[in-house]
Structures are given as structure tokens and as C-alpha cells.
């Protein structure tokens, strides 16, 4: 008995808990529909009477470069920390060689180390190779930022893969090259989908590099324009909340669809697994 | 697999560049600190440790530090005990864990900047969602200033970022319940252990690598917390919100002294290396045998 009023209990808080956690997302939708005068009632939690897509076409037009930006500048350099990432993975987990220990070690200690530490030589290098302010730069430095991680996740996923098959392979002539391309690739694809949300949802969520390493709106990402609708639309709730809603639509679309990715890659990157 | 090895080194070479370009960053950065840089020419004249000295005596440094000292203490602790709290009251409830995890982890998708602004409204001392609620329940909350006020600010932002990671301390620490061997949490609760004595003595000591995970990952979160801070009250109000990277980012951009924004660098530097460098170490035996 005293066993089911415990599970009742948990059962009872969790349920409480997650409703608490859900209450802003709540508000957040539901202000972002309405009119400015039923925001200006502050009753949040009430639904809008009529919906308000205007307001997203007035946030939109507010992003929409920044938008633009992001998929250029995240797409692209996702994929090459991705390519470069597993290259190296699948360099490190098979061939022994003796430095590999080294390697991972300076690798890990990149890949978890802020890289606030390295914004001033950051800005500095772009500088010189007069890449501030451009989508060069940017994906260049988000390459370099994100291929530590990239490497540490798939090479999770390829250790996990029998080195026979590898054997097998290059007995039938396969060379490395095309086995990394023709058959790992394709055998570990959940280890490349989960690096490549993890590192995809990093740099679109980025924001510190999308201020420091831009000048005016041509080039910057999403994320500062989003922080400067905040500051241009004070008060103006629906608006702000309107744009946080397009801006969260991808990294929260990402989690619904593929979220047993998004675990497997926190769990490969940070935990045991 | 022999014959390849010099196509394997070949793949490396991306990689070996990026981390060589870290490092040599990481060095760049250190040499800075101790050059008396100012403006937008670089300027390699050795001042020694001025830049520092210069630091330590700013007012405005320690109120970072005392920041980033809260950040670690109400932020961190908070985090992993409701993470593990809620990860075993999950398993053990043994249904809805997928529904219910996900509604937790998924404010982790999100970036500071959206969290930011959605919090600031939440906060927002007239028009705000919590004392809007809290106006409906007949509270005064004319004192209520939330982020508005000094000594409230940085709890305020601790609060969202505590929304915003618990859901990372519960997956990290289901993960790890699951792993333990079933058999011995059976036969502590055969022996009439409590949950209390259960979760605590039994489960907790078993779950150290999620606590050392949790904890590494936290604290090296307190660093990025940079864009709630710029987003929610760029260091405000007065500098009373700052954090050090906030500090480095004026220090460089704005003041445009960048031997005094290296130095900056170099304390969260350590302050992060601290606790990077053991965890990488323990780390490392995830992808080799050493």
C-alpha cells in the first residue's frame, strides 16, 4: 500500500512539474497570436480570441535575413565539421595508430573547453585574412569550433563497428577511402545523423560569433537578430514572441522528429554510452 | 590494413590543422595578455602582468567573479539534485518516461537567446507573466522587480537556465539508473530499504560518473551563459548581472583594450581548464584503452 502512494506521488509531481515546464512555452504561443490590446490585458493564460498571423509576418520580415544567413552559413559548415569530423573518427578508432591517445585527449579537452577563451584570436585571424563579415568566415570558424565534437561522436558510433567487416573489406580490395564512403558511412548513419544534429543545433543556436564577427545585418545570423527585435520591439510581447516561436520552429522540429538522435548524440558526446 | 596506414594519417590532416589552429590560438591569446594592446593595431610591447594587475583592481572584476561564483553554486547544485530526483522517480514509476523526459529535455534544443527572451517578458516587472499571475492571486508586486532589481537579477537568470538544463541532468542520470544492475536495487528494497535510502545509498553512489558528467558539463555552462545575460539585461542593471566573458567581450569590443580582454580570457581560461582537463582525462577512456 505505502508502495502505491509512493508511485502515486511521483506519478502526481512529475505530472505537476511538467505542466509548470510547459507554461511558458504555453504563454509563449499563445501571446504570439494575439492582438497588442489583449496582451496589454495581461491575462496570459487566456487563448487569443482571434489568431493573429500577422504577427509572425511582422517577425519574419523582422528575420527573414537572418534566417536566410543561418541555413547558408549552419548548412554549410555542418557538413564539412560532419565530413571532417568522421574522417578523423574513423582515421582514430581503426588504424592504432600510437598518437591516437594524445589526439583524443586534445581533441576531448577542444571540444569542451568555451571557446570565449579564443574569441579574441578569433577575430583577430578573420581580421587578417579579411573574413569578418562574411559567410566564408563565419562557416570557417564554426567549421574549426564544431570538428572536435563532430570527431568524438562518430567515433563513438565506429568503435562499435566489428573490425572484421573492415578486414573483410579490404581483402575484396576495398580501399580505406571508399570504405569510409561506401559502407561505414551507411552502417553507423544513426552516429552521423546524431553528430550532425548536435552540431547543427549548436551553431544555429550560436550567438556570440554571430555578434563579434559581423558588422550590419548582410551577413548575421539569426540569433542576434532575434536579440535585437528584443531590443527594438520593447513591450511589443506578441512580436518578440512571435519571433522566438520562428526562431525555435527548426532546433524544436529537429527534437520532435529525431530527438532519439539528439540523445544518443549527448549521450555519445558527454556520457557513457 | 597495414598498407593504408598513410591513407589514415592523410584523413587526420583536416583535423590535426583545426586542433593546431586551437592551440595556437589558445598560445596567441596568453602572449596577448601580457602585451600592452590597446586600440585596433596590434601592439607586442611586453608589460608583464599590468593587464592583470590592472584587472584585479577593477571593482567590476570581483562583481564578475562574485557572479560567476553564484552561477556555480545556485545554478549547478540545484540542477544535478532535481535531475537525479526526477530521473528516479521516473524509473521507478516505470511509465510516461518518454512523454515526460522529453518535456523536460526539450527546452535544451532551444537557444540562450530564445530562453532569454522569453524569460525577460516572464520577468518583466509591469507586464511580465509571472507577476501578472501573481497579481490574479491577489499578491502586491509593486516590489517585484525581478531582473529589474540588483540583488534578484542573477537569481532570476539562474532560474531560467535551471529550465532550461534540468531536462539534461534527468537523461544523463536516467541513462546511468538504467545501467545499474538491477539485482542490487532489488535487494535493498527486500530489505526494506526506504526510497529515500534507495535513491540516496544505494542508486546515488552507483550514478557517479552522471554526477561527474553532469556537473563538468553544467559548470562549463556557466561560462555560455554570456547570451542569457546580454539578452535578458546586458549586465544590468548597472554591471550587477555581469559574468566574465560578458566582462572580456566590453573589455575587447567596446573599450577596445585587448590586452586587458585577453587577460580576462586567460582567467576563465583557467577557471575552465580546471575543471576540463580532469574530466577529459577520465573521459578518454570512451574511445581508448589506456
New interface residues.
Partial sequence: MKEKS??LF??V???V??VV??I?IY??VT?SLKTQEE??L????TLPQRLQFSNFARAFQALKIGLRNSFIITLSATFIAVF??S??G??????N?RF??L????????T???Y??????????LKSLALLNTYAGLILIY??LS??MA??IT??FF?KIPPEL??AA?LDGC???LF?LRILLPVSLPGLVSATILVF?QI?????LGI?LTRGPEVKPV?PF??E??GTQI?Q?HI??A??LI??II??A???FL?KY??SG??AG???? | MRYYRTQGLAFLIPILVIVGIFYGMIVWNFVVAFTGWQGLQATWKFVGFYNFSRLFSLQRFWVNIGNNLRWLLFFIAPTVFGGFVLAYLLNNLGRGEKILWQVFLFPMSLSFIITGVLWAWMYDPSSGLINSILRLLGVNTSRLGWIALPQTAVYCMIVAAFWQYLGFALVIYLGAIKGIPYEMVEAAKVDGASHFTVAFRVIFPNVGHATLICTTMLAITTVKVFDLVWVMTRGGPGVSTEVLPYLMYRLTFDSRDIGMGAATSIVILGFSAIMVIPYSLWALKKWVRV
Fill in positions: 509512493f508511485l511521483s506519478a509531481l512529475l505530472v512539474l511538467s515546464w510547459m511558458p504563454a509563449l501571446t496582451v496589454a495581461q491575462k496570459y493564460l571532417v569530423g574522417l578523423a574513423y582515421s582514430l578508432t581503426s588504424f595508430f591516437a591517445t589526439l583524443f585527449f586534445l581533441i576531448v579537452v577542444v569542451f573547453l568555451p570565449h577563451i579564443v574569441l579574441i584570436p578569433i577575430t583577430h585571424i567549421t574549426i570538428a572536435p570527431t568524438l567515433g563513438t568503435m573492415e578486414e579490404m580501399k580505406p577511402f569510409y543545433i544555429y543556436n550560436e550567438f556570440l563579434a540569433m532575434l536579440a527585435l528584443k513591450a510581447w518578440q514572441m519571433g522566438a526562431t525555435s532546433p524544436v529537429v527534437f520532435i530527438g539528439f540523445i549527448l549521450m558527454y556520457g557513457k554510452g
